[in-house]
T-cell receptor, first 113, second 111 residues
Framework: DGGITQSPKYLFRKEGQNVTLSCEQN?????MYWYRQDPGQGLRLIYY???????QKGDIAEGYSVSREKKESFPLTVTSAQKNPTAFYLC????????????FGPGTRLTVL | SQQGEEDPQALSIQEGENATMNCSYK?????LQWYRQNSGRGLVHLIL?????REKHSGRLRVTLDTSKKSSSLLITASRAADTASYFC???????????FGQGTRLTINP
């Protein structure tokens, strides 16, 4: 059963803490993406990776970091430098880095207490 | 800046009626996509229309693209309660190598 999984579904963080959101895909896709979605808003691109060991900043990369050590995995760390991290985070993948269909995970809702 | 902007922001109709959502964008594109998002879930790809296409169908979905007006519409015919969701258009931004999503139309189908 192919797809993208994200964990956890809900995450609570105290101010000043770093947290890491997991994203795994078994679709054999080269490209992976992280988006942030705020209530009633569209998606904003945080980081993307077109191949293992390579990633690029998106529109709102400040306060976030990523790694791409394996093709299947693209974890996102929300650092204490991110001043307003409460949001819904979505991971996606596509066959290659292009502008065609992206496959999305179910999302992680992060709340800062 | 947002490339795609959907209109209306919210739409409520009765089951069985048709729903039409519109998307406008600013720059030249290669393709335009529509996605659906159920509340609290990830996005699901619905349909992609290329810049040299004017209309495309998929089941109860009909998408049109007018590149001269930089606009697209998504028509859902014979709506069902299960169509209740937010619908987003996404366009390609060649310069920035990314998809740009609009703010979405929140569609509610009343039984």
């Amino acid at each position: 059963d192919g797809g993208i999984t994200q964990s956890p579904k809900y995450l609570f963080r105290k101010e000043g803490q770093n947290v890491t959101l997991s994203c795994e895909q078994n679709l054999n896709h080269d490209a992976m993406y992280w988006y942030r979605q705020d209530p009633g808003q569209g998606l904003r691109l945080i980081y993307y990776s077109q191949i293992v060991n390579d990633f690029q900043k998106g529109d709102i990369a400040e306060g976030y970091s990523v790694s791409r050590e394996k093709k299947e995995s693209f974890p996102l760390t929300v650092t204490s430098a991110q001043k307003n991290p409460t949001a819904f985070y979505l991971c996606a993948s596509s066959i290659i880095l292009n502008f065609n269909e992206q496959f999305f995970g179910p999302g992680t809702r992060l709340t800062v207490l | 800046s947002q490339q795609g902007e959907e209109d209306p922001q919210a739409l409520s109709i009765q089951e069985g009626e048709n729903a039409t959502m519109n998307c406008s964008y600013k720059t030249s594109i290669n393709n335009l996509q529509w996605y659906r998002q159920n509340s609290g879930r990830g996005l699901v790809h619905l349909i992609l229309i290329r810049s040299n296409e004017r209309e495309k169908h998929s089941g109860r979905l009909r998408v049109t693209l007018d590149t001269s007006k930089k606009s697209s519409s998504l028509l859902i015919t014979a709506s069902r309660a299960a169509d209740t969701a937010s619908y987003f258009c996404a366009t390609d931004d060649q310069g920035a190598q990314k998809l740009v999503f609009g703010q979405g139309t929140r569609l509610t189908i009343n039984p």
